[in-house]
């Protein structure tokens, strides 16, 4: 056989190999039609070959084709493939919902006082507000005296009695024994005015027996002369004071008349707290 010849037989065998060994026979018919007018095409130019030709070397069949009819057995799956690299990063995704909020941490640390502000505008009036309940009336302490002398003194080294009243309202002072007692604790200003006729006076002021004050005044022949005396004394519940002429009667020139006093005054300042 020449080499067309050759090529044809292969082409054949090829077609039957198609029909007969493929899953379906539509698809062979479809591999079958155009092998067919390949082969018409052939045909005409084979006719012309002499046999003065050389022997045809036989050629491999294509890849894929077996010699026989029946198609062989398939072979066994092959292995996995390596694993290829890892594709490029994908674009970012949309932004997901806000989760729930988290638990509450541990209160931090006090931080540093801040800078002072710019003081603000001042503020609207505010409304005023409700009249407070009555207070407790806060007690007031009263203890205060002023006599005055009605007669005139011959008596010396006892209390003088002032029975001339000018006030008394507490009854602090006792025109009977002319002293003053003291019901409040506390510290009392005392003063007297007396005056000086026909002879000389030395005057003392006492408290609790004794004397804390003197007052001598010397008469002016044919005049009226005027002495006095005051002082700060604390006293305390129980004390008394008063005045009275000391030494001998020749000193007890103390005079009064509807014109001219002599006059004995006292009172309180403030009381102790305690």
């Known amino acids: 056989m020449t080499t067309r010849l050759l090529w044809l037989d292969h082409l054949l065998t090829f077609m039957l190999t198609a029909v007969y060994g493929s899953d379906s026979t539509l698809e062979g018919l479809r591999m079958l039609l155009p092998l067919a007018v390949l082969l018409l095409l052939v045909l005409p130019s084979h006719a012309q070959d002499t046999t003065t030709e050389k022997p045809a070397v036989l050629l491999p069949l294509p890849k894929g084709v077996c010699n026989g009819l029946m198609a062989g057995i398939p072979g066994y799956p092959g292995h996995n493939g390596i ?6 990063d994908g674009a970012p995704g949309a932004k ?6 988290g638990l509450a941490g541990p209160k931090g640390d006090t931080g540093e006082t801040g800078v002072t502000g710019v003081e603000g505008p001042r503020g609207f009036p505010g409304v005023q507000g409700r ?6 009336s806060a007690y007031v302490y009263r203890s205060a005296f002023s006599v005055g002398l009605e007669t005139q003194v011959t008596v010396p080294n006892v209390p003088i009695r002032f029975t ?5 309202q507490q009854n602090h002072y006792d025109t009977t024994t ?8 506390g510290l009392y200003y005392f003063s007297y005015h007396i005056t ?7 005057l003392s002021l006492y408290k609790k027996d004794k004397a804390v004050l003197f007052t001598f005044d010397q008469y002016q022949d044919k005049d009226l002369d005027q002495a006095s005396g005051s002082v700060l004394l604390h006293l305390g519940t129980g004390d008394q004071v008063w005045l009275q002429v000391y030494g001998d009667g020749e000193h007890n020139g103390l005079y009064a008349d509807n014109v001219n006093d002599s006059t004995f005054t006292g009172f309180l300042l403030y009381h102790d707290i305690n």
């Open 96 to 101: 997901g919902e806000k989760g729930d909020a």
């Open 83 to 88: 694993p290829g690299r890892d594709g490029r």
């Open 178 to 185: 002319g002293k003053f007692h003291c019901n409040i604790p």
């Open 131 to 136: 009249k407070g309940e009555p207070g407790e």
């Open 164 to 168: 001339k009243i000018f006030y008394n």
């Open 196 to 202: 000086v006729y026909l002879k000389d006076v030395k």
